[in-house]
């Protein structure tokens, strides 16, 4: 099946900075979402993306599907934005099954 | 408001003891899914349904079962097999067709007494 692989696992950071978070996946896919895992564990819907790029106020995203990646960018970074973030991927004959990748722990430091 | 709600919020489980979470969602959407996810991992898929009264085993099926007699419902009960069930469980749902995001409810935490 489809592998998912987020990279760095852990990111620390001052508020204000930018940040980057990649994931990569290994096969072409119909359904890629990024999440963020607050610490009280809820999942929040941040882009459906399987192509392309979109924005939401300080968060981008880009997914190159024929290079198999997507970036997700975090602009002048608040301490609410602490917290897990992942990588979600259904692959075309994966019948829309999500698979997830190990997540990027992202602490903002005020 | 439209949305998916698991309940309970916790709860806790005596050894050889079965118990059943609750799943229930009123977006009309088609398809249901249930999660696993361990400390410091990602969500594992246990089972998926895309449709009333069929659903299908995910990659770690052991120990659980799960019916789906209302389009709405999709409640997983995690068996005395199942050895090792502390974990965070979380249950999504999507209009079923290619295009469509998953949506999360809020899990359901887990612990053996």
């Known amino acids: 099946g489809i592998q998912v692989e987020q990279s760095p696992p852990d990111l620390i950071l001052q508020e204000g900075a930018n940040s980057t978070l990649r994931c990569n996946f290994s096969d072409s896919v119909n359904n890629l979402q990024w999440f963020h895992q607050n610490p009280w564990g809820q999942l929040i819907n941040l882009f459906y993306?399987?192509?392309g790029t979109k924005q939401n106020g300080r968060l981008s995203a880009t997914t190159v599907a024929t290079e198999r990646y997507s970036l997700l960018y975090i602009s002048s970074s608040q301490t609410t934005d602490s917290g897990v973030y992942f990588c979600?991927?259904?692959?075309?004959?994966?019948?829309?099954?999500?698979?997830f990748g190990q997540g990027t722990r992202l602490t903002i430091n005020p | 408001d439209g949305g998916i709600t698991q309940s309970p919020k916790y709860l806790f489980r005596k050894e050889g003891q079965n118990v059943t979470l609750s799943c229930e969602q009123n977006l009309n959407h088609d398809a249901m899914y249930w999660y696993r996810q361990d400390p410091g991992q990602g969500l594992r898929l246990i089972y998926y349904?895309?449709?009333?009264?069929d659903f299908q085993k995910g990659d770690i099926a052991e120990g659980y079962s799960v019916s789906r007699e209302k389009k709405e419902s999709f409640p997983l009960t995690v068996t005395s097999a199942q050895k090792n069930p502390t974990a965070f469980y979380l249950c999504a749902s999507r209009v079923w067709g290619l295009g469509q995001p998953q949506h999360f409810g809020d899990g359901t935490r887990l612990s053996i007494l």
């Open positions: 349904s895309q449709i009333v009264n």
């Open positions: 979600a991927a259904a692959s075309i004959q994966g019948a829309q099954k999500l698979v």
């Open positions: 993306i399987p192509s």
